[in-house]
T-cell receptor, first 112, second 109 residues
């Protein structure tokens, strides 16, 4: 069966520090991968998605970036965090259009 | 691009009362998905509707897809405390899914 791993679960980082969140999927090949962000008590904002290795689509211009170095690995990064980057970051995968999204447990990021 | 609006933003009910959340799209959808996020958790897929006018049931949950495939609803009959959480609808947008803002349901025992 397929599983998705996302870490760390919680993170407290100072303003201006770098960020690296990692997500891996097991049990499937060539999944579509997604990064969403959720502010406290709010909806899900799509940040990036990838339909293949090295293919990244960005939805919101900001100081975040994403990379997909391997088929089942998706990384969210920042060189310098802002206070507004605080939130709940969710990685998700699916097999393609028309299939459901499967979310990781998320990372709660607090930028201080 | 495609936008999905969801109402209400919050709903507080007494246990045993019914609950409904509504989702509307600015464009016709090929399908619509519903997710539930428990407090402190991550969204979990509930169901997908594809056909115009489709109705699906999962125990006390009834999902409907409008005839024009631009709106959908989730109805919970006789809510229980285990129903607490935020319910999201999501519509496809090319290779991604666009989520409504969600309806946060609280249930008073």
């Amino acid at each position: 069966s397929q599983t998705i791993h996302q870490w760390p679960a919680t993170l407290v980082q100072p303003v201006g520090s770098p960020l690296s969140l990692e997500c891996t999927v097991e049990g499937t090949s060539n999944p579509n991968l997604y990064w969403y962000r959720q502010a406290a008590g709010r909806g899900l904002q799509l940040l990036f998605y990838s339909v293949g290795i090295g293919q990244i689509s960005s939805e919101v211009p900001q100081n975040l970036s994403a990379s997909r170095p391997q088929d089942r690995q998706f990384i969210l990064s920042s060189k310098k965090l802002l206070l507004s980057d605080s939130g709940f970051y969710l990685c998700a995968w699916r097999m393609g259009r028309g299939s459901p999204l499967h979310f990781g447990n998320g990372t709660r990021l607090t930028v201080t | 691009g495609q936008q999905v609006m969801q109402i209400p933003q919050y709903q507080h009910v007494q246990e045993g009362e019914d609950f409904t959340t509504y989702c509307n799209s600015s464009t016709t959808l090929s399908n619509i998905q519903w997710y539930k996020q428990r407090p402190g958790g991550h969204p979990v897929f509930l169901i997908q509707l594809v056909k115009s006018g489709e109705v699906k049931k999962q125990k006390r949950l009834t999902f409907q897809f409008g005839e024009a495939k631009k709106n959908s609803s989730l109805h919970i009959t006789a809510t229980q405390t285990t129903d607490v959480g935020t319910y999201f609808c999501a519509g496809p947008n090319n290779n991604d899914m666009r989520f409504g803002a969600g309806t946060r349901l609280t249930v008073k025992p």
